[in-house]
């Protein structure tokens, strides 16, 4: 089936260290998104992909970093640099940066 | 800068009763795109529609109903006879350019709970 897969559906980190979370679309879509989700938050824009090789910063970027060398996968890597990584993480892909996404079922990281 | 405002946080109504949540934007593009998506407890986003700025038709699906108009700068959801499934998280969000590069930006969401 196509779709989007995130993994692990649950993440725990110690502080200091880094994690990366995965995504896979095989919905052949240029565009990739990653989002924060926090109770009452709404969902905030960490980095998005336009196009292979190519990432831009959203509203949130600090403390996160991607990369996009395949079209399929986006990897989000939340750093240390991340004071509050406390959250659920959503990847979405679309067509383009005006259709309708498509998102995974996300991924909930909590720091121990 | 674009901008999507849900005022409601959360909105509890007794099954079969319709309830409208609303969305009001900003933006100063004249080209925009409106969505609304679903959020269940499992966590997955799911799209439900996608209007153009430049198409103000209502539109029917089922028990869904959405209003858009400019006027107002509102793009509401209204559910008719609501059931228990329809409990959720419903987001709806926007995305322009050039200013927005087409990005969607997403308000806070409004909660929906339905009792039977």
């Known amino acids: 089936d196509g779709g989007i897969t995130q993994s692990p559906k649950y993440l725990f980190r110690k502080e200091g260290q880094n994690v990366t979370l995965s995504c896979e679309q095989n919905?052949?879509?240029?565009?990739m998104y990653w989002y924060r989700q926090d109770p009452g938050q709404g969902l905030r824009l960490i980095y998005y992909?336009?196009?292979?090789?190519?990432?831009q910063k959203g509203d949130i970027a600090e403390g996160y970093s991607v990369s996009r060398e395949k079209k399929e996968s986006f990897p989000l890597t939340v750093t240390s640099a991340q004071k509050n990584p406390t959250a659920f993480y959503l990847c979405?892909?679309?067509?383009?940066?005006?259709?309708?996404?498509?998102f995974g079922q996300g991924t909930r990281l909590t720091v121990v | 800068a674009q901008k999507v405002t849900q005022a409601q946080t959360e909105i509890s109504v007794v099954e079969k009763e319709d309830v409208t949540l609303d969305c009001v934007y900003e933006?100063?593009?004249?080209?925009?795109?409106l969505f609304w998506y679903k959020q269940p407890p499992s966590g997955e986003l799911v799209f439900l529609i996608r209007?153009?700025?430049?198409?103000?038709q209502n539109e029917i699906s089922g028990r869904y109903s959405w209003n858009f108009q400019k006027s107002t700068s509102s793009f509401n959801f209204t559910i008719t006879a609501s059931q228990v499934v329809d409990s959720a998280v419903y987001f709806c969000?926007?995305?322009?350019?050039?200013?927005?590069?087409?990005?969607?930006?997403f308000g806070r969401g409004t909660s929906l709970i339905v009792h039977p």
């Open positions: 979405a892909s679309s067509i383009g940066p005006n259709t309708e996404a498509f």
């Open positions: 919905l052949n879509h240029d565009a």
């Open positions: 992909s336009q196009i292979v090789n190519d990432f």
């Open positions: 933006t100063r593009d004249t080209t925009y795109y």
């Open positions: 209007r153009n700025s430049f198409d103000e």
């Open positions: 969000a926007l995305s322009s350019g050039p200013g927005g590069s087409y990005i969607p930006t």
